[in-house]
């Protein structure tokens, strides 16, 4: 990465966006990973298909996936793992942060449009 800091995807993640990407036929895509602040000022983790990249972005591959990241939040990614988790009740792509006391941004996405916690 242009810029170093400590971000990783699990395999488990890493196979899910592989089926996701698979499953809606789409190919040369990167993942958009990217923060977002809702209406209490609570900042959010958002990930979103990308079929092309812009000058903010800066591109990383994860084991046959392209991540984009936007400069002006990186250093929100730094101490991020995203994980795939999934139980009877919820599924989705979990962000875990090491460093959550200096960049307390916490959210997990699901198929079902909620996000868990």
Same mark, same amino acid.
């Given at each position: 990465m242009n +810029?170093?800091?400590d $971000?990783? +995807?699990?395999? #488990?993640a890493i196979n899910q966006f592989k089926k996701a990407m698979k499953d809606a036929n789409l =190919?040369? @895509?990167?993942i958009l990973v990217s923060t977002s602040? =809702?209406? /209490? !000022?609570?900042?959010n983790y958002v990930l979103d298909f990308l079929e092309n990249t812009l000058d903010n972005? @800066? +591109?990383e591959n994860y084991d046959g996936v392209d991540f984009a990241f936007e400069k002006k939040t990186l250093f929100l990614m730094d101490?991020?793992? @995203? *994980?795939?988790?999934? *139980? &009877? *009740?919820?599924? !989705? $792509?979990? $962000? &875990?942060n090491k460093n959550e006391d200096k960049n307390p941004v #916490?959210?997990?996405? /699901? #198929? #079902? !449009?909620?996000c868990c916690s």
């Open positions: +810029v170093e800091i $971000f990783n +995807v699990t395999e #488990k =190919n040369n @895509i990167f602040t =809702n209406c /209490s !000022g609570s900042t972005h @800066i +591109v101490g991020v793992t @995203i *994980d795939w988790h999934e *139980d &009877e *009740d919820q599924q !989705g $792509f979990r $962000f &875990e #916490k959210s997990c996405c /699901s #198929k #079902k !449009g909620g």
